[in-house]
């Protein structure tokens, strides 16, 4: 659980160990606590961004907000701004821009790439994400195959075999496989004895059922003990495929590239997510009237980067559907709980 990594971001009253939840009492960190200080970093970002970006002092007001319904009075901004208008949002100078990453939609006004900004300090939270966030995915000794695209400085590849090495976790990076490659992942997943492959969930399922045909599905399913499915939408259909043929535990990781590729850890016990709340602040919303919709209920997800240097988003409508689940979860986490997303806009490809 990452209650208590999500704790000390936020300064909870006393030092708690990182690592062991049971140590932290609920009078020391609990959701009031948790929510007051997210309102502090909510003026803090309004504040920062109006300072320093001419689009965010035009879009937003200058005033400090005293509750989360406020907030909510604020306008959004879209995924249509940050492809119009993206080097309007940045609020520091190039010389401090770390990472730029350019997504290509299939749908979109245009063609125009959405590029999303990232200072060195940026990456590093994403990497804290990641490696707090896998604590309990793998363990020290373990080898991870890595399946996203790019291995370039700062790309989701790079950032994980981070965190994986802050974890012990010996990683490779294979990059992202074309189905003629899949024959040369599932050899290379069993010489190489990689019992975690991390990747996006739809190559994941192609590969599996790939091994299958080419007879090396039981051979892998000895191997791989988890899967960890991240980086875009995860369907019904790649979980049940992946489990069939490899017989390997699923886990999940919610995000992406506006919420600085991390975004919230699967929950083994309830399922769907646990929010990253230090960072980031969802909000629900009906995507017809704009309106905060009641935890329980379906719509769109709406994010807020509350520590974000290079590009912070403030109210950013990602697309996203889903709903919070309402009431405690059965593991004990007390942060925010997202269904598995039901559906997003899909991403054609990443240029860089
Ligand atoms: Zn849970």
Not at 64 to 82: G, H, K, M, N, S
Request: glycine share 10%; charged share 25%.
């Amino acid at each position: 659980m990452m209650d208590s990594w999500v704790a000390s971001c936020l300064g909870a009253p006393e030092p708690v160990n990182r690592d062991d939840l049971e140590r932290i009492r609920p009078e020391l960190f609990n959701r009031e606590i948790l929510e007051k200080r997210q309102l502090e970093l909510l003026n803090g970002i309004l504040c920062y961004a109006r300072e320093k970006s001419s689009f965010y002092r035009e879009r937003f007001p200058d005033k400090q907000i005293t509750t989360f319904a406020e907030f909510a009075d604020l306008p959004f901004t879209t995924p249509e701004d940050l492809r119009r208008r993206g080097y309007e949002m940045v609020c520091t100078g190039a010389d401090e821009i770390g990472r730029i990453v350019t997504l290509m939609e299939t749908s979109g006004s245009e063609g125009l790439p959405k590029r999303v900004y990232f200072t060195p300090a940026d990456q590093e939270r994403t990497v804290d994400f990641f490696h707090h966030g896998m604590l309990e995915f793998a363990v020290p000794g373990d080898r991870a195959l890595l399946l996203f695209p790019g291995n370039s400085p700062g790309s989701l590849n790079v950032l994980l075999t981070e965190a994986l090495s802050r974890m012990e976790v010996k990683a490779r990076i294979f990059g992202f496989p074309k189905p003629e490659d899949y024959g040369r992942v599932s050899e290379e997943i069993v010489s190489g004895n990689f019992n975690r492959i991390v990747g996006p969930p739809f190559t994941i399922a192609a590969i599996a059922e790939y091994s299958e045909k080419a007879g090396m599905a039981e051979k892998i399913a000895g191997i791989v003990e988890s899967v960890l499915l991240a980086g875009s939408f995860v369907s019904e259909q790649d979980c049940e495929t992946i489990q069939r043929l490899w017989h390997c535990r699923i886990d999940e990781e919610y995000g992406m590239t506006e919420t600085g590729l991390g975004g919230g850890v699967g929950c083994k016990t309830g399922g769907g997510y646990h929010l990253w709340e230090s960072d980031l602040y969802y909000e629900v919303i009906d995507p017809d009237t704009g309106l905060l919709v009641p935890d329980g209920t379906c719509g769109e997800l709406v994010v807020t980067t509350l520590n974000r240097q290079a590009m912070p988003f403030i109210r950013y409508r990602t697309g996203d559907r889903s709903r919070i689940l309402p009431g405690p979860c059965a593991c004990g986490s007390i942060l925010k709980h997202l269904e598995r997303v039901q559906s997003r806009p899909s991403v054609k490809k990443y240029l860089r």
